[in-house]
């Protein structure tokens, strides 16, 4: 889909590299273990249609993941480079990666954000997601 000079595509494995130095050029998303090659490599064979990204001059300008267990969505690490932020490819990602999951069964669609990451937070309650004060998340790394 060619969206304002952008071409809005499902992210392939030859795209992971670029796809990383975004991330790492991006305060906020908080790159982990889960982060490596081999692991997003595994992350988009088991979601090819929920993993979006934004090309621009051969370039990827916006990413996000979406996975769904087959029961609910969850949304990772949407950025947009800095240079074209405000320009709203990151509402326009968002809510393509929320249609994708839909369309995959994922009825309900949660994302996780660090809690000193106000501006994201800011632009998800201003997109009608709301924040949680029900749920604590308890996390284990496996043995
Ligand atoms: C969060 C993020 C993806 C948003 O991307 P973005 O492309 O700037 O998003 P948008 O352009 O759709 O919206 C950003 C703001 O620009 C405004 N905007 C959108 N189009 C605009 C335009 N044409 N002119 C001026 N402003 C515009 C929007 O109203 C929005 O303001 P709001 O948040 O006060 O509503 C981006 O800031 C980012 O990559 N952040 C770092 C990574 C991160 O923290 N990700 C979230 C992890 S959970």
Redesign the pocket.
């Known amino acids: 889909m060619r969206i304002k000079e952008c071409i809005l595509d499902t992210a392939l494995i030859d795209d992971i590299d670029m796809m990383r130095k975004l991330w790492e050029s991006?305060?906020?998303?908080?790159l982990g273990p889960g982060d490596d090659k081999t692991a997003i490599i595994s992350f988009i064979r088991r979601n090819p249609h929920t993993c979006l990204v934004l090309r621009k001059d051969g370039q990827i300008i916006?990413t996000v993941l979406g996975g769904f267990d087959g029961r609910r969505g969850y949304?990772?690490?949407?950025?947009?480079?800095?240079d074209?932020?405000?320009?709203?490819?990151?509402?326009?990602?968002?809510e393509n990666v929320v249609q994708a999951l839909k369309n995959e069964g994922a009825g309900k669609v949660h994302?996780?954000?660090?809690r000193n990451?106000t501006?994201?937070q800011?632009?998800?309650t201003?997109?009608g997601w709301h924040l949680r004060d029900d749920i604590n998340i308890f996390s284990r790394v496996s043995d």
């Open positions: 991006l305060p906020g998303l908080g916006g949304v990772y690490h949407l950025a947009v480079r800095q074209y932020q405000h320009n709203g490819y990151g509402t326009l990602l968002l994302l996780l954000v660090y990451n501006s994201a800011s632009f998800y201003a997109r």
